[in-house]
Structures are given as C-alpha cells and as structure tokens.
C-alpha cells in the first residue's frame, strides 16, 4: 500500500471541500495523492498551475524551469515574492519552497534546466501528466512528441497580451490507454501538432516581454489547465473539454473552436506519422558558444518562409537601441541588470552576445524575438 493509500481522514481533512464534489470523492482524492504532474516551465501559466494543483493535493510535482526570478514576474507569477528576487533564486527552487509552505503532504522535485530532447524524457519518465508552462512553440513540440509517444496527456496553454488559449491532449495511440478504452469510447484528442501543424515563423509572434501580459488572463488560463488535470488524473475522461479554448477578457471575448476532427481529416506528422521529430532532435534549434566572444549563436530551422526582420524590429524598439537592414538585425537591450545584444538573420540564425550559456541564450531569443 502506497503511503497515501494509508493517509487517515485527518490527512485527508484539507481537501475536505474537493472531497464533497461527487466526481473527486475520496477516491479520487487518493488517486490525485498518488499522481505526478510535471511542470514544463514555472513562469506565469506554470507557477498558478502548480500552486493550484498542490492545493489539490497531486501527490509529486516535477517542476522543471531554466530562469531565476526577476522584479517583472511578480505582477503575474503567484509563487514567487520580493525575497526571491533579492536572492536570484532559480525558478523552480522559489517553487518548490513556496510549495512546501502551503502543503507539506507533497513531494516537489525542482529541477534547473533547459528542457530539451536530450533530458525530457529523464525528466518525464514518471509523470503522468505535462502541464504546459511554455513560452516557445518549439518546447511545446518537444513536449507534444513525448506526450504521443508515451501516451501520456499533455494541457496545453498559452497567454501574452490580454489574450490566452488552452487545450487538453489525449494523445491517440496503440487503443490501450485508459481514454481509448473508455465505456464512453476512445476519447483520445487531436494533438498539438495536429492543431498547429508547424510552428510560426521566428519573429512573427509577439511575446510578453515586448507587448506585455494580463495577469488575469495568465490565472484564467492556468486554472482552466487544472481543471482539465484533475478530471484526466482522476479518471473522468467523459468529462475533458474538447474544445480548444480561446479567450481575451479585456475585449470580451471567450470562443470554443470545434477541432474535434483535426485528427481524423489531417495527416499529423505526430501522432499519424508517428515521427516524433522533436524529441528524437531532428527539428528545432541548436546552440553553439563562439569562442573568445561571450556569445551563443542559435540557429533555427525555420518552416513557413524566412524571418520579417521589420516586424521584430518594430516590437523591439522599445526596449532598446534596434538597427535593421535586409541582411540582419541587431537589438541591445538590458536584461536583470545585464547587458545583451541579439543579432538575427533572415534565415532564423541569431547571435546572442553578453552569455556563453546556451540556456540563457535561448531564454533571451524566446522572450523577446519569439517563436
């Protein structure tokens, strides 16, 4: 018997008000206490997320974050504080200390790193479910290819500006996952690759850190995210929304696009294909330090045409000096007190000057060029 399994109703006494909802019970809260959930990310839609799922009472969270806490987190952020900025302490351990402080029961795993094809799949090896707090489409992808290859679900989600979207992925497999062997039928989803089938040219997407983000929306997004963990951890598959969730509170706007037969009508290169691109590193970016120079050069493969080095130009100029012709970019802008300067092609490949880390390098490319 797992040690939760053995938990009395005094242990169980603090999730008393989620216990009473007829679907969770004390079953399903016991199914919750023996889960994992892994955190891609713990910036804005990962730190509500896993907040909200250790209050829950999901058993192991994994938390996996490359970044360290600054000052503009904390207007969206929710488990980080002043302190944390003081101290630069990495995301993914602020968490895990916040974490402890509000349930105890748990087991937090904080891990510091760029998640990427040659760790993901150490990192998610007992996860029984991804929860997406991203910032870059390719992660995602990278996410996405090792939820279908391992049938595991992954909660997408997505919020800059005032507007966010989310999407909960039961990946389609060989029938023997729970949700294609349901007495309701095979529940499986569309994935993310079938939704978005390449990722958005580098540069043609805005991002927090150049049009900003509501913080609200971050906590609408997140929460929907969670909701739609709880219902797959605790076995109501019936019960997920099928629909991909688009909405903008500040402009009134909440939609449920049907995408109920993208699967079926598209030849996915994922889950159809079973090519798993990503996680197997033939598709997204590569990362080289240029000796002698205190810089990181990225270069991504690119898919729908080269970079519009106008439009990022025209985002960038507001954070700092920007200077654009036909044949590159180049941006400087301060960063957590530091110094930097981005040099981008059309072709995608860019030049990260002031780090000879590759993680920062990509970190900075993803905040403020985008993906």
Same mark, same amino acid.
């Given at each position: 018997?797992?040690?939760?399994?053995?938990?009395?109703?005094?242990?169980?006494?603090?999730?008393?008000?989620?216990?009473?909802?007829?679907?969770?019970?004390?079953?399903?809260?016991?199914?919750?206490?023996?889960?994992?959930?892994?955190?891609?990310?713990?910036?804005?839609?990962?730190?509500?997320?896993?907040?909200?799922?250790?209050?829950?009472?999901?058993?192991?969270?994994?938390?996996?974050?490359?970044?360290?806490?600054?000052?503009?987190?904390?207007?969206?952020?929710?488990?980080?504080?002043?302190?944390?900025?003081?101290?630069?302490?990495?995301?993914?351990?602020?968490?895990?200390?916040?974490?402890?402080?509000?349930?105890?029961?748990?087991?937090?795993?904080?891990?510091?790193?760029?998640?990427?094809?040659?760790?993901?799949?150490?990192?998610?090896?007992?996860?029984?479910?991804?929860?997406?707090?991203?910032?870059?489409?390719?992660?995602?992808?990278?996410?996405?290819?090792?939820?279908?290859?391992?049938?595991?679900?992954?909660?997408?989600?997505?919020?800059?500006?005032?507007?966010?979207?989310?999407?909960?992925?039961?990946?389609?497999?060989?029938?023997?996952?729970?949700?294609?062997?349901?007495?309701?039928?095979?529940?499986?989803?569309?994935?993310?690759?079938?939704?978005?089938?390449?990722?958005?040219?580098?540069?043609?997407?805005?991002?927090?850190?150049?049009?900003?983000?509501?913080?609200?929306?971050?906590?609408?997004?997140?929460?929907?995210?969670?909701?739609?963990?709880?219902?797959?951890?605790?076995?109501?598959?019936?019960?997920?929304?099928?629909?991909?969730?688009?909405?903008?509170?500040?402009?009134?706007?909440?939609?449920?696009?049907?995408?109920?037969?993208?699967?079926?009508?598209?030849?996915?290169?994922?889950?159809?294909?079973?090519?798993?691109?990503?996680?197997?590193?033939?598709?997204?970016?590569?990362?080289?330090?240029?000796?002698?120079?205190?810089?990181?050069?990225?270069?991504? %493969?690119?898919?729908?045409? /080269?970079?519009?080095?106008? =439009?990022? $130009?025209?985002? #960038?100029? *507001?954070?700092?000096?920007?200077?654009?012709?036909?044949?590159?970019?180049?941006?400087?802008?301060?960063?957590?007190?530091?110094?930097?300067?981005?040099?981008?092609?059309?072709?995608? %490949?860019?030049?990260?000057? /002031?780090?000879?880390?590759? =993680?920062? $390098?990509?970190? #900075?490319? *993803?905040?403020?060029?985008?993906?």
């Amino acid at each position: 018997m797992s040690d939760n399994a053995a938990m009395t109703g005094r242990d169980l006494a603090r999730y008393q008000r989620q216990v009473l909802l007829a679907d969770i019970g004390e079953a399903g809260q016991r199914r919750l206490l023996d889960s994992t959930a892994m955190l891609l990310g713990c910036g804005a839609l990962g730190s509500v997320a896993a907040d909200m799922l250790a209050r829950a009472g999901v058993g192991h969270l994994v938390i996996v974050d490359r970044d360290f806490v600054e000052l503009s987190n904390l207007q969206r952020q929710v488990l980080f504080d002043e302190q944390d900025v003081a101290d630069a302490i990495p995301k993914a351990i602020a968490a895990k200390r916040k974490l402890a402080r509000i349930n105890s029961q748990l087991t937090v795993t904080a891990i510091v790193d760029d998640i990427n094809h040659t760790n993901i799949e150490r990192f998610a090896k007992d996860a029984d479910i991804l929860v997406d707090g991203l910032d870059n489409f390719e992660t995602r992808y990278l996410g996405n290819d090792f939820a279908v290859k391992n049938a595991v679900p992954y909660v997408y989600g997505a919020a800059v500006g005032t507007s966010g979207m989310a999407f909960p992925v039961m990946p389609h497999g060989d029938g023997r996952a729970a949700w294609e062997r349901s007495e309701n039928g095979n529940l499986a989803t569309p994935c993310l690759r079938c939704l978005f089938e390449e990722m958005p040219p580098q540069g043609s997407s805005p991002t927090c850190d150049t049009i900003g983000v509501l913080g609200s929306v971050v906590g609408i997004v997140a929460n929907f995210q969670v909701a739609e963990c709880l219902k797959i951890l605790t076995g109501h598959f019936n019960r997920v929304n099928r629909t991909l969730q688009e909405l903008d509170p500040w402009s009134n706007l909440f939609l449920q696009h049907n995408v109920s037969n993208a699967y079926e009508k598209g030849n996915c290169p994922c889950c159809k294909q079973r090519r798993f691109d990503y996680l197997d590193g033939n598709a997204g970016s590569s990362a080289a330090q240029l000796c002698g120079r205190n810089a990181v050069q990225l270069r991504q %493969r690119q898919h729908g045409g /080269g970079v519009e080095l106008e =439009a990022v $130009a025209a985002r #960038l100029r *507001s954070l700092g000096a920007v200077s654009v012709n036909e044949f590159m970019l180049q941006a400087q802008f301060s960063d957590s007190d530091r110094e930097y300067e981005i040099t981008l092609f059309p072709d995608g %490949r860019a030049i990260v000057k /002031g780090t000879d880390e590759p =993680a920062i $390098a990509r970190s #900075l490319f *993803s905040r403020y060029v985008g993906a």
